[in-house]
């Protein structure tokens, strides 16, 4: 199993990385979880994201909408509500100092 | 578009666990999302295993859904035995010998618990009542009903048991059947009274 630390670190970011990626457009949850799975440092199991994402749906953060495809059943796609970028902007700010502080320190350590 | 075995297999292990954990209309929801993802996945020209083993096991992906816990959930140990569910079923098992009221005592510890269910209650009342006593009766029978004899030649002596009763293999049978059932009812018993009963 992995350590504790990274995967509570993991898991706090992670819901910020699915609402950054939905900034610029809607988005189709298969394309969506398939481009966090691409970095393995992010995410572990791709499954997992499922349930992150109806939470942040809960939570307001995002909306789902249905889409005709051509080929198959219809589409979900998830969209950034007004609430979501307004956490995602807080999240930006935060880890960004939140970032500096740890890699400044990291850095003292080390000769 | 049809399901291949192992998709649907999967799919099964996700709904049944997730059932379990956050009931069926949440699990429902799960299955779909999931299932889609499997769908558009495998359509996208990607293989079935390996969609799969990049989606995670079920037990991950429905431990992911509950609220962030302060470890990881699958390496939670599970909620301790408390007081209450240690001492009925000790009792369930061996309070028999307590002047019988042991037992009973055990079942109102039982049946007052918040951490089994019903069908949990039933299992630990009735198999068997009086736990491992009914082994002391049966076991009774049949050490009256056999008899040893011991024929000695020169300076060896050989002992043969002679069995009055039924053969020895329905009393062997039956003997275990009386050990083995409320020894498999308390181990169920007290794995599942190590998770903490949701309403």
């Known amino acids: ?111 | 578009m049809t399901t291949p075995p192992l998709a649907r297999g999967y799919l099964d292990d996700l709904r049944s666990v997730a059932a379990e954990r956050l009931g069926s209309q949440r699990a429902d929801e799960l299955v779909a999302d999931i299932g889609e993802h499997l769908e558009a996945a495998v359509a996208d020209g990607r293989s079935v295993e390996d969609v799969i083993q990049r989606l995670g096991s079920p037990a991950d992906i429905v431990a992911a859904e509950q609220p962030a816990p302060a470890a990881p959930p699958s390496t939670a140990p599970a909620a301790r035995l408390r007081a209450q569910e240690i001492i009925a079923l000790v009792l369930l098992l061996g309070g028999i010998i307590v002047f019988v009221i042991g037992w009973v005592v055990g079942v109102v510890l039982l049946w007052t618990s918040d951490r089994w269910s019903t069908r949990d209650k039933l299992i630990g009342t009735f198999l068997w009542p009086g736990g491992l006593g009914p082994l002391l009766i049966v076991g009774g029978f049949a050490t009256s009903g056999s008899s040893e004899i011991q024929s000695c030649a020169g300076s060896t002596c050989t002992t043969v048991t002679e069995t009055t009763g039924p053969p020895g293999w329905v009393g062997l049978v039956v003997v275990a059947v009386l050990v083995v059932v409320p020894v498999l009812t308390t181990i169920h018993l007290a794995r599942s009274a190590r998770v903490p009963r949701t309403a």
Do not use: N
């Open chain 1, 1 to 111: 199993m992995e350590p504790g630390a990274l995967s509570q670190l993991r898991r706090g970011a992670l819901e910020y990385c699915v609402l950054a990626l939905l900034q610029d457009e809607p988005r189709y949850a298969v394309d969506l979880v398939t481009e966090l799975g691409r970095h393995p440092s992010l995410v572990t199991s791709e499954g997992t994201i499922y349930p992150l994402l109806s939470r942040l749906r809960k939570e307001g953060l995002v909306l789902t909408e249905q889409r005709e495809s051509e080929q198959g059943p219809p589409r979900r796609y998830y969209q950034l509500t007004r609430d979501g970028r307004r956490a995602l902007d807080r999240f930006e700010t935060d880890w960004r100092a939140f970032r500096d502080a740890v890699d400044e320190t990291l850095r003292k350590d080390t000769p």
